[in-house]
């Protein structure tokens, strides 16, 4: 894996989230049953965390 792309998508209550997969060195998506994408996580806000140079 080269890095990661993060996608806009909607949950089945038509709720938005973000879907984030990784990136081959060719630039493509690994998706599929051999890899992982990640599509569920708490949104920020309001769900942050204890302030950091990310959130403050």
Known sequence: ML???VYFGYDKD?????????V???????VGEDYVCID???PSPPNS????????
Not at 14 to 22: H, K, P, S
Not at 49 to 56: C, D, G, R
């Open 49 to 56: 965390s204890a302030p950091n140079v990310l959130n403050s």
């Open 14 to 22: 038509q709720n938005m989230e973000l879907v984030i997969a990784g």
């Open 40 to 42: 569920m996580g708490d």
């Open 24 to 30: 081959n060195e060719d630039g493509n998506d690994l």
């Open 3 to 5: 890095g990661i792309r």
